[in-house]
């Protein structure tokens, strides 16, 4: 059985940082493309960042690019996302996927930007 587990979320300043990670178990980890996507409150479901299985691309939307870093452990089956300069419209729940599963993703993890 899939399972990805997010955790590291957490209240912070604007212009803060965090570090979410991504525990994936039940497939074959390394295999795999992945997507961390997020929710903002009322709002849909936004793409963040992609990288590639053995981690050599990634791609970031525009709105988190030079701020966001995707990066993955296949040994310990681990990605991860190193927010920086965060901003009140980065606040919402943080979720991995396998890429072309959009029902893979996890429970979430609750990013919040406020002063």
């Known amino acids: 059985e899939v399972q990805l587990v997010e955790s590291g979320g957490g209240l912070v300043q604007p212009g803060g940082s965090l570090r979410l990670s991504c525990a994936a178990s039940g497939f074959t980890f390394r295999s795999y493309d992945m997507n961390w996507v997020r929710q903002a409150p009322g709002k849909e479901l936004e793409w963040v960042s992609r990288?590639?299985?053995?981690?050599?691309?990634?791609n970031y939307a525009a709105s988190v690019k030079g701020r966001f870093t995707i990066s993955r452990d296949n040994a310990k089956n681990t990605m991860y996302l190193e927010m920086n300069s965060l901003k009140t419209e980065d606040t919402g729940v943080y979720y991995c996927?396998?890429?072309?599963?959009?029902?893979?993703r996890g429970r979430g993890t609750q990013v919040t930007v406020s002063s």
């Open positions: 996927a396998i890429v072309g599963d959009p029902q893979s």
């Open positions: 990288i590639s299985s053995g981690g050599n691309f990634r």
